[in-house]
């Protein structure tokens, strides 16, 4: 079945940085485009960036733009979110998704916080 294993994150300062990965099996993985989303406590889960099936074009929330990087590696099916100059307003649970059977689907979480 689909799934997806996400890592990387932890507290770090405000200004720091993490890299998240997702670890992906059960699907064609560089068939489909890869998202991030996070959800911060009390708020709706929300989109940080997507990335094409071969990387050609990355979008990104404005929230995020010029201090998030995604990128993948289709021979590890795997997609990374690198993160810099983070925020307090960061802080949040990084969830992995794509829409594989014709619905989103979702891993664990990694939660992120940044905090001094």
């Known amino acids: 079945q689909v799934q997806f294993v996400e890592s990387g994150g932890g507290l770090v300062q405000p200004g720091g940085s993490l890299r998240l990965s997702c670890a992906a099996s059960g699907f064609a993985f560089s068939s489909y485009l890869m998202s991030w989303y996070r959800q911060a406590p009390g708020k709706e889960r929300e989109f940080v960036a997507d990335i094409t099936r071969t990387s050609a074009v990355a979008n990104y929330a404005n929230s995020v733009k010029g201090r998030f990087t995604i990128s993948r590696d289709n021979a590890k099916n795997t997609v990374y979110l690198q993160m810099n100059s983070l925020k307090p307003e960061d802080t949040a649970v990084y969830y992995c998704?794509?829409?594989?059977?014709?619905?989103?689907?979702w891993g664990q979480g990694t939660q992120v916080t940044v905090s001094t």
């Open positions: 998704s794509a829409v594989v059977t014709g619905s989103r689907s």
